[in-house]
């Protein structure tokens, strides 16, 4: 029987090992945008499987998923304590507790009036040469960022954002990220891009710390980031790693109306409106 079989039923324990630390994985994979690393581990895992009677092969597919599995680690080692610490203190009676788990926000909500007062907030901040960076959290939870910040519940004016990004302010640095229509966390620190190729329309000079957060944080998460420049004033919109530069007024609206009121259902915008 294979129970008697020690090395059968201890290739069964690191299989079963292995499959959990995959589906955490696929966790990583929604957040960070590292879907070709989990994609090549989980196919590493299934030739690992398919190699279960040959030692040779099942040992260097082992040995290549614990690679990867560290290299993950190495390279996301916040993340990874937060999602566990954050896994931690889910209770286990929620209906949503894989969403959140897998930190997916389905709780957008957002108007066109939230719309219109961001993007004239925006343009009041460039008018007066205020260095801004601005993140809207969609589907994927900003929570990590958030917690690294400071705590705030508040509407979004532009008195607010005046406040927070004036250089005398002690939140002047890092970014305001807004959820749900309401400013929650400012002086968040976003992994910033050091790729000297950058996706960038518009551009004639070199990007400083704030484009670069806000080129970053969108690369790894399906946010949107806006940027007013200190030097220029110029206004920039931020959706994958592209970044759109030196916007119109109507521009801008056009482009945050597009990816956030376009993509929440009907009914809620429906409710929204009334």
């Known amino acids: 029987m294979i129970w008697d079989n020690w090395e059968q039923v201890l290739k069964i324990v690191v299989i079963l090992f292995l499959m959990l630390e995959n589906i955490i994985l696929l966790r990583f994979s929604v957040i ?10 989980v196919l590493t895992f299934g030739a690992l499987i398919l190699s ?30 937060f999602f566990f610490i954050k896994s931690s203190q889910l ?24 719309i219109d007062e961001l993007v004239e907030s925006v343009y009041d901040l460039s008018s007066k040469n205020i260095g801004a960076l601005i993140v809207i959290e969609r589907k994927i939870s900003l929570d990590y960022y958030i917690n690294n910040g400071y705590s705030i519940n508040s509407d979004v004016n532009g008195a607010i954002l005046e406040s927070i990004f004036n250089k005398h302010s002690p939140l002047h640095d890092g970014a305001v990220i807004i959820r ?33 957060a806000a080129i970053g944080i969108t690369q790894t998460t399906d ?3 806006i940027v007013v420049s200190e030097t220029t004033s110029a206004v920039s919109f931020c959706l994958d790693g592209k970044l759109l530069y030196n916007l119109k007024p109507e521009e801008l609206y056009e482009n945050i109306k597009r990816e956030i009121l376009m993509n929440v259902p009907f009914e809620k915008i429906e409710k929204l409106s009334s």
Do not use: M, W
Request: hydrophobic share 50%; aromatic share 16%; net charge positive.
């Open 180 to 212: 749900d229509g309401k400013i929650v966390a400012a002086k968040c620190f976003l992994p910033i891009n050091t790729s000297d190729v950058l996706d960038v329309e518009g551009v004639g000079y070199k990007l400083g710390a704030r484009h670069r």
């Open 91 to 114: 209770n286990l009676n929620d209906s949503n507790i894989i969403k959140r788990l897998f930190g997916i926000n389905e709780n957008l909500a957002v108007s066109a009036k939230f």
């Open 223 to 225: 946010a949107i980031s």
């Open 52 to 81: 279960f009677n040959y030692p040779f092969l099942f040992l260097s597919f082992l040995f290549l998923n614990l690679a990867i599995s560290f290299f993950v680690a190495f390279i996301y080692q916040p993340e990874f304590r």
């Open 32 to 41: 960070n945008k590292v879907f070709r690393v989990v994609v090549f581990k």
